[in-house]
């Protein structure tokens, strides 16, 4: 089936130690999202391609970055991980000029 | 900035009882909207979706209703079944804006 997926579910990363999480799609959508949602919070978009276009949301720290070799992954890369940067991270995807949107089961990151 | 906001974070229905779920928005300029069903440790799950050219829209066992007057948005779940339980979120989609905004979340529980 057609999907998003995430990998890999579960990440413990060391404090300030580079992490990179990964996005694939077999969906062959265009648009490609990253979500941060911490604990009993609302999905918090932090950036977004437009097929290689990258649109940072103004409030995402320089901290996170994303790239997109094809149009079939994204990743995301976290350059200094604080303690503060544990949360669920959600990949999703979408053709523009439609409203469907696909989510990925997320990755569960944890800093120590 | 703009938001989704819900009016309750927590609702507790008995089995087999309807649920309400509400949303308020403050975007006008928004033309989608979406439910999400998000169970702990998994991505956003799609229920049923809105346009802004609609009033009310039906699923199986579930009603979104959509009062642009009042920038208000609703999720009914006829006959609550134990597999409900989880968070929803709404979601506007911000016409040219090629993004979702979630909104706070309200967790459901269901009674036995």
């Known amino acids: 089936d057609a999907m998003v997926i995430q990998n890999p579910r579960y990440q413990v990363t060391q404090f300030g130690k580079p992490v990179t999480l990964s996005c694939s799609q077999t969906l062959n959508h265009n648009v490609m999202y990253w979500y941060q949602q911490k604990s009993s919070q609302a999905p918090k978009l932090l950036f977004h391609y437009y097929d290689k276009d990258f649109n940072n949301e103004a409030d995402t720290p320089d901290n996170f970055q994303s790239r997109r070799p094809n149009t079939s992954f994204c990743f995301l890369d976290i350059r200094s991980p604080g303690l503060g940067d544990a949360a669920m991270y959600l990949c999703?995807?979408?053709?523009?000029?439609?409203?469907?949107?696909?989510f990925g089961s997320g990755t569960r990151l944890t800093v120590v | 900035g703009e938001s989704v906001g819900l009016h309750l974070p927590t609702l507790s229905v008995q089995e087999g009882d309807n649920s309400i779920i509400n949303c308020a928005y403050s975007n006008s300029a928004s033309d989608y909207f979406i439910w999400y069903k998000q169970e702990s440790g998994k991505g956003p799950q799609f229920i049923i979706d809105?346009?802004?050219?609609?009033d009310k829209r039906q699923g199986q066992r579930v009603t979104v209703l959509l009062n642009k007057t009042v920038k208000h948005l609703s999720l009914q779940i006829a006959a609550t079944q134990p597999g409900d339980s989880a968070v929803y979120f709404c979601?506007?989609?911000?016409?040219?804006?090629?993004?979702?905004?979630f909104g706070q979340g309200t967790r459901l529980t269901i009674n036995p």
């Open positions: 979601a506007e989609n911000k016409r040219g804006a090629q993004k979702l905004v």
């Open positions: 999703a995807t979408r053709t523009s000029g439609s409203y469907g949107y696909t």
């Open positions: 809105i346009r802004s050219n609609m």
